[in-house]
């Protein structure tokens, strides 16, 4: 297992992680109607920033933001990778800005970016525990960014997947998603940080599984996502799951399969989280802003027992599923 | 961990474990003509991206060859791919759908505007259910770095490789099956 030393989320609802959570808990959205934002392009319900936003620019301001809350400064190590999560990167290109970030941070290392499609941010943390357990690395900072531009909105549009208005995840009503923009950092460690008492997390396991069915629909039996979730459960019980945050992108496809793997999964009656309503899908982001808000959902709570376990599950374009498990103790 | 075969493909030329395969055409045409020889039974591969093409007869031939001589039964775990320009050439392509004053976003390029397509397609083609995923580096050695750290995870073997298509008739691919012991 690995430890989370730090995070951040910079999204439309605030800077820092605890004014996103704090932002969500009053029900505000970062979603409205944006009709003259790109050329061409219909008018749309999305989160954006107000200001456009620049993507290396915004992937460093997280990280700074992460690292203020560590107790050291690990990002120049030669013990620290950074892995990027990313579907388009810096307008199409992802490998530079990847290189910029480590750069600017002193990092030695060549970093990785995970582009696996709106599961990245879940895998990208599946990465980092793997490269640390294998002694690779001891410190990992996983930073999430998408920025919505002109190319992803007409693409989603084509594909017929927006919703009109804001989008509403498992709910019979449900028309399509809404994008999003953000970006977050989770730093995790090999070692567990002397005498933290903070509230933070343990990644334990996480599992990746392909539907083997379409590139662009979820399995009609949900068969990655359920895999996926087998897997993480393993060494646990169903009833031992405080919390699942579910891809939830409000399709009519994607909740329905993730509903029946979380079924097949024995996990109908475990409360589900699903937080596009306030965010949108912010793609490369959404498995690392994702995980800290669940995360932070329980952390912040009394009413739930110690130690806690969340699950965190993605599916995307290519068939893919992620799903990772984390474990909460103070 | 043992590599059990590996193919190497450039637009002039396929190298499957160190022989030469023979072919007449060249760059984006050498791939359809692979695809004849080697597949012919499934014409979705025409609505590929030439990344999603690379990948599928790399992963065609090198899954074909290890039936015949090894008689392999035990199926491949995971597609695990990497390059550095990501799907960059089908980028371009449905960009230029969306260009000033020529507006008509073309769903069917979208989809393939994601470098894990590939390693999707190859998993439909093989009933792979396994990990797929694809990671954006420098260099191929980042990649065996990652390689190394999960394959304790996989009990079969795994595709895993280079595959970078970055304009029309450039594209290169180094993919192996790959075990844990």
């Known amino acids: ?330 | 961990m043992r590599i059990e075969s590996q193919i190497e493909i450039t637009p002039a030329s396929v190298v499957l474990n160190g022989k030469a395969i023979e072919v007449k055409e060249s760059g984006d045409k050498m791939l359809v003509e692979l695809y004849r020889r080697y597949a012919g039974d499934y014409p979705k591969f025409f609505k590929m991206d030439t990344l999603a093409r690379l990948g599928f007869i790399a992963a065609e031939i090198l899954l074909q060859e290890r039936v015949t001589e090894s008689r392999e039964k035990r199926t491949v775990d995971a597609v695990i791919l990497a390059n550095r320009s990501a799907s960059i050439k089908n980028d371009n392509d449905y960009l230029a759908t969306i260009s000033d004053g020529q507006y008509y976003p073309s769903p069917s390029l979208f989809v393939y505007t994601l470098p894990n397509i590939v390693t999707g397609e190859i998993a439909i083609r093989h009933h792979i259910q396994g990990e797929t995923a694809f990671y954006v580096l420098d260099k191929p050695e980042q990649l065996e770095q990652i390689i190394k750290s999960q394959m304790s995870n996989h009990r079969s073997p795994i595709i895993a490789g280079w595959c970078e298509c970055s304009a029309p008739n450039e594209y290169y691919a180094k993919i192996q099956i790959i075990w844990n012991n």
């Open chain 1, 1 to 330: 297992m690995v430890y989370c030393i730090g995070h951040s989320i910079i999204s439309p609802l605030g800077a820092g992680s605890a004014a996103n959570y704090e932002a969500i808990q009053s029900g505000r959205s970062g979603l409205k109607i944006h009709t003259d934002r790109f050329d061409d392009v219909e008018p749309f319900c999305a989160s954006l920033f107000d200001e456009p936003q620049a993507f290396v620019p915004l992937c460093i301001r997280t990280i700074e933001d992460a690292l203020a809350h560590c107790t050291s400064d690990i990002c120049h190590l030669p013990e620290t990778v950074f892995i990027l999560s990313t579907t388009k990167g810096d307008n199409l290109d992802l490998l530079t800005p990847a290189q910029q970030i480590a750069r600017h941070f002193g990092n030695p290392n060549a970093p990785v970016v995970v582009s696996n499609a709106c599961t990245s941010g879940v895998c990208a943390q599946i990465t980092a525990q793997r490269l640390l357990e294998a002694g690779m690395y001891q410190y990992a900072v996983v930073v999430g960014c998408d920025i919505q531009t002109k190319f992803i909105v007409s693409g989603f549009q084509a594909f017929k997947a927006l919703s009109p208005a804001p989008c509403l995840p498992f709910s019979p009503e449900r028309k399509g998603l809404n994008l999003g923009e953000a970006a977050a950092t989770i730093i995790y460690s090999s070692e567990q940080p002397a005498g933290s008492d903070e509230r933070l997390w343990t990644l334990e396991t996480g599992s990746i599984h392909n539907d083997s069915n379409h590139i662009s629909a979820p399995s009609r039996t949900g068969e990655g996502a359920y895999q996926c979730l087998i897997d993480v459960l393993r060494g646990t019980r169903p009833e031992e799951i405080a919390l699942i945050g579910v891809h939830g992108t409000a399709t009519p496809y994607n909740d329905a399969m993730e509903q029946i793997a979380l079924e097949r999964a024995g996990l109908q009656q475990t409360p589900i989280s699903a937080l596009k309503p306030y965010f949108g899908h912010t793609m490369g982001a959404a498995g690392v802003l994702e995980t800290i808000l669940c995360a932070m959902q329980v952390t912040n709570s009394t009413s739930y027992i110690r130690p806690s376990y969340i699950i965190k599950m993605l599916s995307g374009f290519g068939g893919v599923n992620a799903a990772i498990r984390l474990k909460i103790e103070n």
